[in-house]
T-cell receptor, first 111, second 116 residues
Framework: QKEVEQNSGPLSVPEGAIASLNCTYSDRGSQSFFWYRQYSGKSPELIMS????GDKEDGRFTAQLNKASQYVSLLIRDSQPSDSATYLCAVGVQGAQKLVFGQGTRLTINP | GAGVSQSPSNKVTEKGKDVELRCDPISGHTALYWYRQSLGQGLEFLIYFQGNSAPDKSGLPSDRFSAERTGGSVSTLTIQRTQQEDSAVYLC??????????????FGPGTRLTVT
């Protein structure tokens, strides 16, 4: 079983709609969770971090964490074509200073 | 402020040659990481450095790979006797350091290595 799992997609969403990206993880002791955006040919860019259960909002982005279900998600409201990218979920390893990354979900926003 | 910088941005080398990749972290960041990303694949952890502690080398794929960090700042990843399967983008990231979890990691632009 992979430590961090994401649906590889591609996920296609119409412009202006809400894009929902999901991630599950296996390490129940994980305390830190991150979402990165990676445009084709570029390096990952941190867009959200979340450490506590519940929702965290930053502009059009909302991260949701449920530690009991070992589930973290990213919602993108009012999706724009510029949001088209691969989104990587990363989970902190308990007791260490490392992240485990999922394989990424490719998101396409259709004008 | 300045982000993580990496050099060279592209490197083409012949099979069997040694290569050195450089990373300059964000000023003040005590932790430095190396990852590898093959075409269409996720990020593969290679090694990380935290301050003066011994590095975590658990992700290095073979003894042809090594890394050092001088003066707690700049790091060099060395690949000896390169093989075609070493072709990938090598990414460096830095963070503020350990606090019981994992601080946000910020990535450099990467070095694209092609072994012919």
């Amino acid at each position: 079983q992979k430590e961090v799992e994401q649906n590889s997609g591609p996920l296609s969403v119409p412009e202006g709609a809400i894009a929902s990206l999901n991630c599950t993880y296996s390490d129940r002791g994980s305390q830190s969770f991150f979402w990165y955006r990676q445009y084709s040919g570029k390096s990952p860019e941190l867009i959200m971090s979340i450490y506590s259960n519940g929702d965290k909002e930053d502009g059009r982005f909302t991260a949701q964490l449920n530690k009991a279900s070992q589930y973290v998600s990213l919602l993108i409201r009012d999706s724009q074509p510029s949001d088209s990218a691969t989104y990587l979920c990363a989970v902190g390893v308990q007791g260490a200073q490392k992240l485990v990354f999922g394989q990424g979900t490719r998101l396409t926003i259709n004008p | 402020g300045a982000g993580v910088s990496q050099s060279p941005s592209n490197k083409v080398t012949e099979k069997g040659k040694d290569v050195e990749l450089r990373c300059d972290p964000i000023s003040g960041h005590t932790a430095l990481y190396w990852y590898r990303q093959s075409l269409g694949q996720g990020l593969e952890f290679l090694i990380y450095f935290q301050g003066n502690s011994a590095p975590d080398k658990s992700g290095l794929p073979s003894d042809r790979f090594s890394a050092e960090r001088t003066g707690g700042s700049v790091s060099t990843l060395t690949i000896q006797r390169t093989q075609q399967e070493d072709s990938a983008v090598y990414l460096c990231a830095s963070s503020l350091g350990f606090r019981g979890g994992a601080y946000e990691q910020y990535f450099g632009p990467g070095t694209r290595l092609t072994v012919t």
